[in-house]
C-alpha cells in the first residue's frame, strides 16, 4: 500500500484517502495554482497507527523519499543550518473539524539554522519571531505543554519593551523569549526541544494522528456524526512566509459573499503575519479589497486565482493564501461554508452562470436551510443592543422578559406574560418552566446541553452556553461585563445567531414564509432575491418528487394554510380535538353511560357537530384526499384530573353534599385510570369497547361527504383506524363501517366510496403486515408510536430525562423520534411495505407524524417506496424540498 503522495498525484476526489485539506492541495497544484510543494500521508497510515500504536512500517521509508524528493525540488534541505528548508506539518481529515486538530509551522528550524535562516533571509527578526513560534506550536500540540504558559511570557515580553503588538518585538528581545520558550518546554515536557529537524518532523506527524482521538475532537465527530474511523491525513507543506516584513502577509478570502452570495471581494489580510495570526486576531486586519492598494500585482493575480477555482468547483471556495515579498502562495482551499439565505441564492446564481444544472442545484440546498430561512426573525435594521452571544441551538427569534426559575417562568406566562427563562444549565424540574417560556437562555452546555435538546424537540427557541452572562439565580440576577440583567428586564434571543439582546428587539415575519403564504410582495430588494431563488428551487423539486407531500392538520384552518404550503391532501386529521372545549360534557356523558340509550343520546348530540368538522375539512381539501383518524387517545384525558376531582368530591362529602354526577365521574375516572397510558384502552380498543363510537364517527365522515357531493363538491375521505396490532380487530371495525357507509349511501342517495385503512404505529401490526393489508386499503406509517412501541420508552416520559446523556455518550447522533431510526423502527416499515405490497399490489401506502418533515427520514421514506409523507403545515416546503433531493 503506498501511505505517501506528493502534491502532484492526487487529486479533489481523493479525500478519504488524502483529507479534504491534502486533495484540494493537490488539485490546486495540478491547476498550475502556485501551492508551495509538499507531500500528504494518507489516512490510511495514520488509521494503522491509530489501531496498532505504530506507524506503518514502510512509512519511514516513503516519507524519506519524499522529503529527498522535496528538498531537491526546493535546493535545500529540512533543517539546513547555512539555509534551512522548513516545514509545516497540518492535519486535514476527509470532512472539515475546524479547530480540532493540530497544525505545525517553521518545522525545521534549530538553533543552528535559526542563524541560517536569518542570513538567508536578511531578516534577524523574521528568523527568531519564526523559531519563537515553532517552539510554542510545537511545544504547545506535539508535547502538551499549556499554550498559556508561553502566552504569558510573550506578554511579559512585551510589557517590558512598553508595546502592545508582536511585531514590536525586536530580534533581540525574541531571542531572550526562544531561551525562555526552551525553558518552558524543558521544566513542563520534561525534555529539551528537539535539535533534529527530522526528529521534530516525526513527532509533529505522530502528534497530528493523535490528535484524531482527542475528546473534544471525538466530541465533534458525535455530534456532526462524523464517524469515528476515518482517521486523519498529514500534509506536509514547504513553508512560505507573510512575515518576512510589510511586503509580506497572509489572508483568508471567499470567492462570493458567504452571506448573499453576492459576487465581489470578500476577505481579510494582515501584513507581515503568519497564518495563524488572521484567525487568532492578535492585530487587526484589513478588507482583502485593500489588498489592492498595498500590492497589485499579488491582488490581481488573487482575482484570478479565485475566478480560476469557482469555475473549477463550481461553486463558493473558501482560501487562505499567503504573500512572501511579493509573491503569492495559495495553502489552502474548499467548497465554503454558508449561510442559508446563501445557499439558496448561490445554488440558482451558479445555474444562471451555466455552471451548475438544476438537479445540481437542488444537492446544493437542504432542507434545514430551508427551515431556518422560515423563521421569524429579529429586524436587522432596528438599532439593538448585544449582550453577549451563545451557542445557537435552536432556532427562532424570543423575546420576553427575564426569569431565573422555572416557578417564576409558569407564573408569569399564567397571567400573560411573555418570559425567556434563563438558567445556567437547565434540567428535567426545568421542563414545565421551559415550556411556559418563549425562549430559553443558559451559560453554560453545548449542543447536545439538556436545555437544547429539550428546546429543539419542543421547536422552542434557545440560545445555549453563553458564556459571558453570569447568571445568578439567587438573586434573580445576571450580569454581562457592567451590564445587570433583574428579573423583569426585557431580554431577545436570537436562537438562529445564539446572539443575545438587551430589550425588546422588533421581530419581522421570513420573507420566505410570507412567501408561501401569498403575501409576499415586493419589498426590500434582499428578500426578493431570496425568494425568488427559493421560488426557483422548490418548482426544481416539485418537478422531479416522486413522493407525494400532505399534511397532518385537524381543521379547516389549518387545511387551507397547508395547501397554501403546498400540501397534497391531508394524511392525518386527528378527531380528538373535536372532542374538547364545551363537547367534553358530552364525551363525559358518552363514557359515564350505563344503559344503552343513555349512550346512543350521546352520541347522537355530537354526531352532528362531528358532521360539521368534517364538512369545513372536505371543503378546504376540495378534490385532494383527506385521512381521518377515529378517536385515539386514552378516554381519561376527556376526564377531570383524578387528584382535583378527589379532593372536590372528598370536600363535598365532608360537608355532605356530594353530588351524584361527581361521584359517578370519580368512579369512571379511578376505573380509566391507567399506568401506562400510551399501551392502555386506546386507539382501536376503544372502538372496540364502547359501542357505536366508531360508527358514530364514520357516520358523521360519510354524511359529511354526502353533503359535500350534494354541494357539487369533490370530497376524497379516507377513514384511518389507529393502533390497530392484528387484522381480526380490523375486520370487526371495517364491517361495521362498511354498514354504515352503507346506510348513508342508502340514505342518501349519493354514492360515496371511502377507502379504509388503518395505522401502522405496533411492531405486531408491521410484522403482520401481509395480513393486516387483507382488511387495509391504505397503510400510514405512525412512526411516533412505532418508535415508543420498539424501543420500549415513552416520548413524554424520558426526552427529558435521560436523552441528552444518550446523546453525550454518542448512544443516539440524534433523537429517534427528531430522525427515524432506520435499523430498528425504519426496518419494520420496509419489511411491512414489502409485506404489505405483496399481498394488495395497489395498497397506498404513508407516514405520519414528526418523521414526515424531517429531511434524513423524507429520504428514507422515498428509498423504502412510501406513496406519500404527512407533516404539519410548516414543515411542508422542507418535505417537499426533501422529497425532490432525494428523487434528483
Ligand atoms: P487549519 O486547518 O486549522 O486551518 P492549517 O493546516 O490550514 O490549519 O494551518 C494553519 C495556518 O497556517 C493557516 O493559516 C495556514 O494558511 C498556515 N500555513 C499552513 N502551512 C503553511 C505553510 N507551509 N506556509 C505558510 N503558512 C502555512
Ligand atoms: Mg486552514
Ligand atoms: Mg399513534
Known sequence: MKFVYDFTEGNKDLKDLLGGKGANLAEMTNLGLPVPPGFTITTEACKTYLDSGEEPTELRDEVSAHLDALEQKMGKKLGQADDPLLVSVRSGAKFSMPGMMDTVLNIGLSDKSVTGLAKQSGDDRFAWDSYRRLIQMFGKTVLGVDGDLFEEALEKAKEAKKVTVDTDLEAADLKKLVTKFKKIVKTEAGRDFPQDPREQMDLAIRSVFESWNTDRAKLYRRQERIPGDLGTAVNICSMVFGNLGPDSGTGVAFTRDPASGHQGVYGDYLQNAQGEDVVAGIRNTVPLADLEQIDKKSYDQLMQIMETLETHYKDLCDI?????????????????????????????????????????????????????????????????????????????????????????????????????????????????????????????????????????????????????????????????????????????????????????????????????????????????????????????????????????????????????????????????????????????????????????????????????????????????????????????????????????????????????????????????????????????????VIPGLFTMQVRAIAEAAAERKNAKGDPRAEIMIPLVGTVQELEIVREEAEQVIAEVIESTGVDLKLALGTMIELPRAALTADQIAEAAEFFSFGTNDLTQTVWGFSRDDVEASFFTAYLEKGIFGVSPFETIDKDGVGKLVKDAVKAGRATRPDLKLGVCGEHGGDPESVHFFHEVGLDYVSCSPFRIPVARLEAGRAAS
Open 320 to 688: 487562505e493564501f499567503t504573500i512572501e515579498r511579493g509573491q503569492l502562495w495559495m495553502l489552502q482551499t474548499r467548497v465554503g461554508k454558508r449561510t442559508a439565505g446563501a445557499a439558496f441564492r448561490i445554488a440558482t446564481q451558479l445555474v444562471d452562470q451555466g455552471l451548475i444544472d438544476e438537479a445540481e442545484a437542488l444537492q446544493r440546498v437542504n432542507g434545514a436551510q430551508l427551515a431556518q430561512l422560515m423563521f421569524p426573525r429579529f429586524d436587522e435594521s432596528a438599532k439593538v443592543e448585544q449582550l453577549g452571544r451563545g451557542i445557537a441551538a435552536s432556532p427562532g427569534a424570543a423575546v420576553g422578559k427575564a426569569v431565573f426559575d422555572s416557578y417564576t417562568a409558569i407564573k408569569w406566562s399564567r397571567s400573560g406574560e411573555k418570559v425567556i427563562l434563563i438558567r445556567r444549565e437547565t434540567n428535567p424540574d426545568d421542563l414545565d418552566g421551559m415550556i411556559a417560556a418563549e425562549g430559553i437562555l443558559t451559560s453554560r452546555g453545548g449542543k447536545t446541553s439538556h436545555a437544547a435538546v429539550v428546546a429543539r424537540g419542543m421547536g422552542k427557541t434557545c440560545v445555549c452556553g453563553a458564556e459571558d452572562l453570569e447568571v445568578d439565580t439567587k438573586r434573580r440576577r445576571m450580569t454581562v461585563g457592567s451590564t445587570v440583567v433583574e428579573e423583569g428586564d426585557v431580554v431577545s434571543i436570537d436562537g438562529s445567531t445564539g446572539k443575545v439582546y438587551l430589550g425588546e428587539v422588533p421581530v419581522v415575519p421570513s420573507p420566505v414564509v410570507e412567501y408561501f403564504e401569498g403575501r409576499m410582495h415586493a419589498g426590500a430588494d434582499d428578500a426578493d432575491e431570496l425568494v425568488a431563488a427559493v421560488h426557483r428551487i422548490m418548482a426544481y423539486a416539485d418537478r422531479v418528487r416522486r413522493l407525494r407531500v400532505r399534511a397532518n392538520a385537524d381543521n379547516a384552518e389549518d387545511a387551507l394554510r397547508a395547501r397554501r404550503f403546498g400540501a397534497q391532501g391531508i394524511g392525518l386529521c386527528r378527531t380528538e380535538h373535536m372532542f374538547l372545549g364545551e363537547r367534553r360534557e358530552m364525551v363525559e356523558r358518552l363514557i359515564l353511560a350505563d344503559a344503552d340509550d343513555e349512550r346512543e343520546d350521546a352520541l347522537k348530540q355530537l354526531l352532528p357537530l362531528q358532521k360539521r368538522d368534517f364538512v369545513e375539512l372536505f371543503e378546504a381539501m376540495d378534490g385532494l384526499p383527506v385521512t381521518v383518524r377515529l378517536l385515539d387517545p386514552p378516554l381519561h384525558e376527556f376526564l377531570p384530573d383524578i387528584t382535583e376531582l378527589s379532593v372536590r368530591v372528598a370536600l363535598a362529602e365532608s360537608r355532605k353534599d356530594a353530588n351524584e354526577n361527581d361521584l359517578r365521574l370519580l368512579q369512571a375516572v379511578h376505573r380509566l385510570h391507567e399506568q401506562n397510558p400510551m399501551l392502555g384502552l386506546r386507539g382501536v380498543r376503544l372502538g372496540l
